[in-house]
């Protein structure tokens, strides 16, 4: 005798069936956005490319178990907060980015969605995070020390030309505040007399230079920026060695191209570095409670071939101080 199955009980059995087409639903992947104030030139994408290796690193593959979101400002800073707010819209698990006005215009797009920096200067400092052990907020990573180190780039200047009185400053008002206050400070001390070249885009720096020349800089001091370390490296590099005007950078791979001098945290290792923030935040972990940390290790690189160019002759007390002299 069979036993009658009620419609309830057989809805029940195939409910606990194991469907295939249930089992196989595809997985949500996270979605990361990457903002970029540059252009995707070869600099851009070798920096890039050390972020996606540090994330392979972590079992991380773009294309796998990962989507990627580019957007670059093309070195128009007033285009990153368009760019920020349409990253939020694609409702993206994570930003990606570094430096000051990417940074801003992540912070002033989303207070919820976690932000990675990857190269930061002073973010206490600029209100970016509440402290560098507790950062507070949706944003965490790295920090450059850049408005220290701009302090002790221009110590090196005073040592390394005789007589220095007058250095010239390349600077983005807008970002450098803080690295300005301390570079002040410094040359207060050092008994230095200023000159603030403020650069709004690549068309001010042929005018810049002839103006510092005319007001009798013997130096030039170049702020970190992303900017100057990319866009305009090469016109920075090639009007200073024009003018004869010994420059000190923050970015080490400025001598490599023939710029006089830098001194500075490796920045590029920060690419690869900020995968492990990513990694830490997409399985859980609250920006909040992931301290911003700091370089351990600087380097001081010198050119001689750029100093040869404009006549200058480093003393050896500060020669055998490099970490790297390109000859």
Known sequence: MHKKITRRAFCSMLLAL????????????????????????????????????????????EGQNLAMEYRYAEGKAERLPELAAELVRLKVDLIVTHSGSPIRAAKEATKTIPIVMVVSGDPVADGTVASLARPGGNITG?????????????????????????????????????????????ASFLQLKLQA???????????????????????LLVLSHPLFSREYRTMIVELAAKHRLP?????????????????????????????????????????????????????????????????????????????????
């Open 197 to 219: 070249l403020d650069v709004r885009g690549p068309d001010d720096l042929a005018r810049l230079f002839q103006e510092a020349i005319k007001r009798r800089a013997q130096a």
């Open 247 to 327: 420059a000190m950078y923050g970015n080490k791979d400025v001598p490599e191209v023939g710029g006089l001098m830098s001194y500075g945290a490796d920045s590029s290792a920060n690419f690869r570095h900020a995968a492990t923030y990513v990694d830490k935040i997409l399985k859980g972990t609250k920006p909040a409670d992931l301290p911003v940390e700091q370089p351990m290790k600087f380097e001081f690189v010198i050119n001689l071939n750029a100093a040869k160019k404009i006549g200058l002759t480093i003393p050896p007390n500060v020669l055998v101080r490099a970490d790297k002299v390109i000859r």
């Open 18 to 61: 194991p469907f295939p087409a249930r089992a196989q639903q595809p997985k949500k992947i996270p979605r990361i956005g990457w903002l970029e104030i540059s252009s995707p030139n070869p600099e851009v994408l070798r920096l890039i490319g050390l972020f996606r290796k540090g994330l392979r690193d972590l079992g991380w593959f």
């Open 142 to 186: 790295l920090s450059i020390l850049s408005p220290e180190l701009s302090g002790k780039r221009l110590e090196l200047l005073k040592e390394i030309i005789p007589g220095l009185s007058r250095v010239a400053v390349l600077r983005d008002p807008k970002m450098h505040g803080p690295a300005w206050k301390e570079v002040e400070a410094v």
